[in-house]
């Protein structure tokens, strides 16, 4: 598949979703939520999301408290940590779109002297990935958090913080 075609079809990988949805259950505890019940709550299997909150601490987003009610929590408010941050903490921070100057091969190639600046389509992709990340980076995991309670009809938070109030 070229670069061009991958990033047509780009597509995070699935601990985005469940990083993301960690960190909005996380938003609703006061308490550190071990791995396993965040991975219970959102039917994931432990062991991969257990990985991708190591990731997120490593990311400085959470961090894991060791003991009887240990578990993982944010380390800021939920309105200073963006989508992005949390994107890139599992899926890296590396460019989509890799130009390998085709433009430069095959009976038409253009000499490099002539390739000073990015050609066109690398130009292009590189304003979609920066409008892309523009995005992600203006959503918070408060954002998140509430747009999932309003679609939810104001439900969703209530019910994820009584669920987390339940005796381990």
């Known amino acids: 598949m070229s670069e061009f075609d991958r990033l047509a079809t780009m597509k995070l990988s699935s601990g985005v979703e469940w990083a993301l949805h960690s960190c909005v259950t996380l938003s609703q505890s006061r308490d550190p939520v071990p791995a396993a019940r965040l991975a219970e709550l959102h039917g994931t299997p432990p062991a991969y999301l257990a990985k991708h909150l190591q990731a997120l601490s490593r990311a400085g987003i959470v961090q894991s408290r060791a003991g009887q009610v240990g578990g993982y929590e944010l380390t800021r408010p ?3 940590i963006s989508a992005l941050e949390v994107v890139r903490a599992i899926d890296g921070d590396e460019s989509a779109y890799r130009c390998t100057e085709i433009r430069q091969r095959g009976p038409l190639a253009l000499p490099a002297e002539r390739c ?3 050609c066109a389509i690398a130009r292009a992709m590189a304003a979609a990935e ?3 990340a523009d ?3 203006q959503v ?3 954002d998140l958090a509430a747009r999932i309670d309003a679609d939810s009809e104001g439900t ?3 019910a994820v913080s009584r669920w987390l109030a339940v005796a381990r």
């Open 156 to 158: 969703a938070m209530a």
């Open 78 to 80: 939920p309105a200073e």
């Open 116 to 118: 000073q600046r990015p």
């Open 140 to 142: 918070t995991i408060a």
């Open 135 to 137: 995005a992600l980076r």
């Open 130 to 132: 920066k409008a892309w």
